[in-house]
């Protein structure tokens, strides 16, 4: 008598075989091109203007208690002011919600290096140069040594994330280029220029220095061989896209009601997870991003919003519904980017390895949003 046994349903094994075939988890159609492409352009714009400000942050305004106009980029006029004070104005709070997450959840050589000695001297030997002739600050330094080196790590998170959003806002906005020039048709073709941008700077070095007295110190030199892929990009993606933190008013933070895991690595409230339906309320820190790239639309894609059923009394969450389907994407490129073998290989051992790499992806995308975005 023979005895078959049924092998377990792996989560998502239809994704497995489309990444298999170089297809992407987002399926191809002419309305996914397009909605990908014009919420990418909005998205590269607005993270061209938070990558400047992130790194003038890191630049300009390192150890500076009460950074009043942090996010005035060095151009403070009185109309400029006004519009701050309007919020008529790109929302940088969100570029450092995305910082602050990175930095708590860590990952990769960056926050590895945060935590050496090498980094405390180079952190003590700026606190001293920029503090030589303020007693108070220095004294306040000696009771509580931790503190103003904590406000460098921060800064290098800055400009950390500053430079990986340098290079994802071209990415982006080439893309956009190419669609307009009509090289771009397929969602497969998106995953590709995203992939091939991502291995092109896979190697870019993070580097941050800081001027005083006309003077360079370097806090994050060079030799350490920080690179954008391992050191900004992957931590980026595990943290924002993965984990994210539970939004205010979503879920109780006591815990006893255990509504948050206790683990970290736990956590599933990345982009790729988020309901869109929150977005405009209060709490909800995407919907900061959601008013900025409103503004920078294409017309071709805010044209597919007015004609929605309800117009654009939920612009932002339609603007949400397609961003994760751009992040989608961007997840895809990175997935095939990191995969140990070619997906076309004929090696019996290679394909099976691309396929259990690509099984652990997917257990971790079972509770995402991949199957509403592919509806």
């Not at 349903?9 to 075939?21: C, D, G, H, I």
């Amino acid at each position: 008598m023979v005895t078959i046994k049924n092998k377990p349903n792996k989560p998502l094994a239809e994704f497995v075989e489309r990444l298999l075939t170089g297809q992407a988890l987002l399926v191809d159609s002419p309305q996914n091109v397009l909605e990908v492409v014009g919420i990418l352009k909005s998205y590269g714009v607005v993270l061209d203007a938070y990558s400047k400000n992130l790194i003038y942050i890191a630049d300009h305004q390192f150890l500076v208690f009460f950074p009043f106009f942090k996010y005035f980029n060095g151009e403070i006029t009185p109309q400029k002011l006004l519009c701050h004070w309007w919020h008529d104005r790109i929302n940088f709070e969100y570029a450092e919600y995305c910082m602050k997450s990175m930095m708590w959840h860590g990952g990769g050589g960056l926050d590895a290096y945060l935590d050496t000695k090498e980094f405390q001297q180079r952190a003590q030997a700026v606190i001293k140069a920029k503090f030589a002739t303020n007693p108070l600050v220095m004294g306040i330094n000696q009771l509580f040594p931790d503190f103003l080196i904590e406000q460098l790590r921060v800064s290098a998170y800055y400009s950390g994330l500053g430079q990986f959003w340098r290079v994802m806002a071209d990415i982006f906005l080439n893309l956009s280029d190419l669609y307009d020039r009509g090289e771009i048709k397929t969602i497969p073709q998106v995953v590709d220029h995203i992939k091939a941008g991502l291995v092109a700077d896979a190697l870019k070095p993070i580097t941050y220095a800081v001027k005083i007295n006309k003077k360079v110190y370097d806090i994050i030199p060079k030799s350490l061989g920080l690179t954008f892929l391992a050191d900004t990009a992957i931590p980026y993606v595990e943290a924002v896209f993965f984990r994210g933190t539970p939004f205010l008013g979503t879920v109780s933070l006591n815990a006893q009601a255990y509504q948050i895991p206790p683990d970290q690595a736990r956590f599933q409230y990345g982009a790729l997870y988020a309901d869109p339906l929150p977005i405009g309320g209060a709490g909800i820190p995407p919907t900061l991003l959601m008013q900025d790239m409103r503004h920078y639309l294409p017309e071709y894609l805010h044209k597919i919003y007015r004609q929605s059923l309800r117009g654009e009394d939920d612009l932002r969450v339609q603007i949400c519904m397609t961003f994760q389907k751009s992040m989608f994407c961007v997840t895809t490129a990175t997935i095939l980017g990191l995969m140990p073998y070619p997906t076309d290989s004929s090696e019996p051992s290679e394909q099976e390895a691309n396929r259990v790499y690509l099984e652990k992806w997917m257990e971790r995308l079972n509770t995402s949003q991949i199957r509403n975005v592919n509806k």
